[in-house]
């Protein structure tokens, strides 16, 4: 049966077989939950699971370790977590317990957490290998190496213990970059979301509005649907677009501004992450739809070579020419187009990469280069492919029309065998098309 992430106990089975077959019959591989964080005082931010841990175990529990043995006769799967305490579970909530862990999530064994400490040397004796992810969560790197030492204190003894400690994303990270059945659902219910808040965004937006205020728009939306926000929402009005992480979401839109808004949601623990520029009042003036048509332009380009055996830079590459042709069109730039590809100063309009993986995490694991070559793409990948262009406001080498402009359009694009899929369509992207939605 599927569990509370719409995935079920034998997908998540299957995933760990497999990630035990890539590391072999003697390695053993550790897992630590992501710790709980205090937000002022007494205060926690909202619990957010390990992404790795969530991928193999549906479980969404802090305070767990999930051990995996290849091999290992006595079970290969094991789950340490916190015990039931009626006491606890009545000020934060019921927790699975040791005994639920095995029959709700398919454990081969699960423990207490706090026998962690007397269980966790004894699996270690014996494997030649640790795969672990080192220095991601130091208190626990402290508590591993104090394992690994007691082990190694019986080796005049018989003790064997582990020598070789390999990083755990080699395995995981190629694993989670290509997405199945059950994870394309939920990420296309991720999109659909986020398309739906951007909609009410831009429906809601009139001159003068406050960017936080488009935010609870937005926001609201996600919790409407279960789904919370991926990352920090981005909404920036007028220069403020041009601050590539800007975060404030406290300005006032003016007639004639543009907002930009970079947000998704996050369901059942998958990101989408969608990012749409659209005149406050409804209508681009000339210089605004001018840049705006530049970027649509980069888009197609890009999703042109969004396809199978196609190299993952190429989508780059394609959109920064499409963006220098433009800037060279409409006089931002002069010279000659190779040139400023060459020399890399068309970054002073657009500073960042074209894209990044998308999964459980907005930038999600997985390798871009393989052997020092741009790695190709395959069916299962799913990937944002987000062009822009930024004037900043000072910048008076350019005439002042285009000063201020920031822009940006970011769709999630998932490889299929035939081509590509755009998860997010369906949302207003062209100018043409903002301001006829925004005219309804």
């Given at each position: 049966m599927p569990g509370a992430t719409g995935i079920t106990a034998a997908s998540y089975q299957k995933r760990r077989r497999q990630l035990m077959r890539l590391a072999g019959d003697d390695a053993i591989l550790v897992l630590a939950s992501a710790p709980e964080r205090i937000r002022s005082r007494d205060t926690h931010y909202s619990y957010r699971p390990d992404s790795d841990l969530w991928y193999l175990t549906g479980f969404a529990e802090p305070d767990s370790v999930l051990v995996l043995v290849p091999g290992r006769a006595h079970g290969e799967a094991l789950l340490f977590c916190r015990e039931r305490d009626p006491e606890r579970e009545g000020w934060?909530?019921?927790?699975?317990?040791?005994?639920?862990?095995?029959e709700a999530l398919g454990m081969d064994d699960a423990y207490p957490i706090d026998d962690l400490d007397e269980i966790l040397p004894g699996l270690l004796e014996g494997r030649s290998r640790v795969y672990y992810h080192?220095?991601?969560?130091?208190?626990?790197?402290l508590q591993l190496i104090g394992w690994l030492n007691r082990v190694r204190a019986q080796v005049r003894v018989g003790a064997q213990p582990p020598?070789?400690?390999?990083?755990?994303?080699?395995l995981l990270d190629e694993m989670r970059l290509f997405k199945d059945a059950g994870e394309l659902k939920l990420m296309r219910r991720a999109a659909k979301i986020s398309v739906e808040a951007h909609a009410a965004a831009m429906r809601a937006a009139r001159p003068g509005i406050h960017e936080y205020a488009l935010q609870a728009e937005l926001e609201y939306v996600f919790r409407r649907n279960d789904a919370s926000p991926a990352y920090e929402s981005i909404v920036g009005a007028g220069a403020n677009a041009c601050v590539l992480h800007y975060r404030a979401n406290n300005a006032q839109a003016r007639d004639g501004d543009l907002v930009l808004i970079d947000a998704g949601a996050e369901y059942r623990g998958y990101a989408a992450d969608i990012t749409r520029t659209f005149p406050v009042n409804g209508r681009f003036t000339p210089a605004q739809r001018a840049l705006h048509d530049v970027v649509e332009s980069a888009q197609q380009a890009a999703l042109a070579q969004a396809r199978p055996d196609v190299a993952y830079e190429a989508g780059h590459n394609a959109a920064v020419e499409a963006l220098t042709e433009g800037l060279l069109r409409l006089g931002l730039l002069k010279g000659k187009l190779a040139k400023h590809i060459a020399d890399g100063s068309y970054k002073r309009y657009y500073r960042h990469k074209t894209g990044h993986w998308l999964g459980l995490d907005v930038h999600d694991v997985g390798d871009y280069r393989i052997d020092g070559e741009s790695r190709l793409l395959e069916p299962g990948m799913v990937y944002t492919i987000e062009?822009?262009?930024?004037?900043p406001v000072d910048d008076t080498s350019v005439d002042a029309k285009w000063r201020g402009i920031g822009i940006r359009t970011e769709d999630d694009v998932l490889i299929t065998k035939a081509g590509h899929e755009v998860?997010?369509?369906?949302l207003a992207r062209t100018a043409d098309e903002i301001e006829d939605f925004m005219a309804r």
């Open positions: 934060d909530g019921p927790r699975v317990g040791p005994e639920g862990a095995v080192f220095g991601r969560d130091t208190e626990f790197d020598h070789e400690f390999l990083e755990l994303g080699h062009p822009g262009l930024y004037v998860l997010t369509a369906g």
